[in-house]
């Protein structure tokens, strides 16, 4: 008799089994992530910076629950326009990340979509004329609560809004850059833990 042929495993489906059985704390099930992409003009200094920060900011955030922040998060970054599309983060702002003990995650440029205004949960621009562009793009969708300025979580700001942009400057203007996004990121943890932890069980 022919033995019946193997069903393949949903893995998604097989860790969700493996974790409702398995009353490890360190094997938690998390609720699903919340979604947060930055958006600067090309995708190759500012959003990408913002999005390691962040991510690195994540994984050392313990929630109340046991996990950590990373694993309620998916993080990207995205330019307004497509002139660097598919290259590697400006090796300046690689540079600074590095000497500061952070590590890249394989950055590729790319140009913000329409699409994922149907997609995030968060759109932190970096700059004025970013949210300016987007919410031009976004073709009358509701996008107040959503589409904000990474400096608004920046308690020290004081009035200034926008991450100015390293392009065409010197090292240290890389420096500055980064020390805007760290308080940027900084604030901005303390509002997705609030989110996360504020969700109903």
């Not at 329409?114 to 031009?136: G, M, N, W, Y």
């Not at 996008?143 to 300025?149: S, T």
């Not at 890389?174 to 996004?181: G, K, R, T």
Request: glycine share 8%.
């Amino acid at each position: 008799m022919n033995k019946p042929a193997a069903v393949e495993k949903d893995p998604a489906v097989e860790k969700h089994r493996v974790l409702e059985e398995n009353p490890d704390p360190e094997e938690r099930i998390v609720a699903p992530a919340l979604s947060v992409c930055f958006v600067c003009t090309g995708n190759i200094c500012r959003s990408p910076l913002a999005d390691v920060v962040l991510g690195h900011l994540a994984r050392e955030t313990r929630l109340a629950d046991g996990t950590v922040l990373a694993d309620h998060l998916r993080i990207s970054s995205a330019g307004t326009g497509p002139w660097h599309q598919g290259e590697p983060m400006d090796p300046r702002a690689l540079s600074v990340l590095v000497e500061h003990g952070y590590k890249d995650h394989g950055h590729i440029a790319r140009q913000f979509a329409v699409s994922q205004f149907d997609q995030e949960d968060l759109i932190v621009c970096l700059a004025r004329r970013h949210q300016q562009t987007l919410r031009s793009l976004a073709a009358g969708r509701p996008m107040d609560d959503r589409l904000v300025l990474l400096r608004s979580y920046d308690r020290g700001a004081g009035g200034a809004v926008d991450v100015p942009d390293p392009y065409y400057g010197e090292v240290a203007d890389f420096e500055e850059c980064l020390a805007l996004i760290e308080a940027g990121c900084r604030g901005l943890v303390l509002e997705l833990v609030s989110r996360i932890e504020g969700r109903p069980a």
